[in-house]
């Protein structure tokens, strides 16, 4: 009997160590704030390949919350007044289940990118008003700015992921029914996100709850633009690509890439979530690595976030 009193006691602790984890916890999303002095951990692949709606998981390199975006099929382009001819005709579209993340890539998560040796730090360290801004532990969880879309591109390959497709990103962000904003039909304002320089610059990645997608991906509407994985054509929709649509197949002149979102700079129209606007990507082909046509543009309000299968 003394021999069971040790294995008691141990079963006791374990038990009340289980009901403490029981409690409500604080729903507050948690990033990464510090910077490791090592090389983060090496890259996995998705431990499951599939989820239910909603359903998230969080990648060991980076620390991202991911969001599950199952199999289906929705309603693609523009469907309110505000629609434009890139957004035209309005079709059906069908993706395969897939991962995207919850958040902007912030300055802390693309620091981890930097000391690992895998990325190339942002084009500049400031943001649209601050001085200091990448390099400021004060804005460790405000989205990454002044990245290339080739340097979106890299991250998200060192994170074990990739950029969303433009289909990908607009189910995302509308879900199956034909809303206008990621949270309904019902204009912005200053608790739905950060637009129109209702704040003036960036805020902190996850900072709008109420503006969540059906999914519960966050920031999809204002903060930073995003870069997407797609070349940009304005007539694409007219060619009637409804299962997993991956972008026209040939880039345009000046290799422009899609951005998705609308920033904290822009006005209502350009937060829908049918919005189609595009900025220069880049070249490899250009002889002078250092130039704006192999570079590409960089922005104070383009940021990116990462998906993966």
Known sequence: MKKLFPITMALIL???????????QPTAISLPTAFP????????????????????RTSDVDGMPQVYI???????????ADVNKDEEPAHDVTLKGFWIDKLEVTNAMYTLCVKA??????QYFKSDTRESYFNNAEFNDYPVVYVTWAQADTYCSWAGRRLPTEAEWERAARGDDYRTYPWGDERPDSSRGNFNYLVGDTTRVGNFPAGA??????????????????????DYYTQG???NPPGPGERSQYFNRVVRGGSFQDAFSYVRVAKRSSVQGSN??????????YLGEVSPKIGFRCASD
């Open 14 to 24: 374990l038990l009340s160590a289980c009901q403490l984890g029981g409690q409500a």
């Open 37 to 56: 002095t090592n090389t983060p951990p090496a890259i996995n692949a998705p431990a499951e390949q599939g989820g239910t709606a909603g359903s998230e």
């Open 70 to 80: 199952p199999d289906g099929t929705f309603r693609m382009g523009g469907l309110d």
């Open 117 to 122: 040796g895998a990325c190339q730090p942002p």
């Open 213 to 234: 997608s059906p999914f519960g991906v966050l920031d999809m509407s204002g903060n930073v633009a995003e870069w997407i994985h797609d070349f940009y054509d304005g």
């Open 241 to 243: 690509v409804t299962m």
């Open 284 to 293: 490899p082909s250009e002889d002078d690595i250092n130039s704006k046509e």
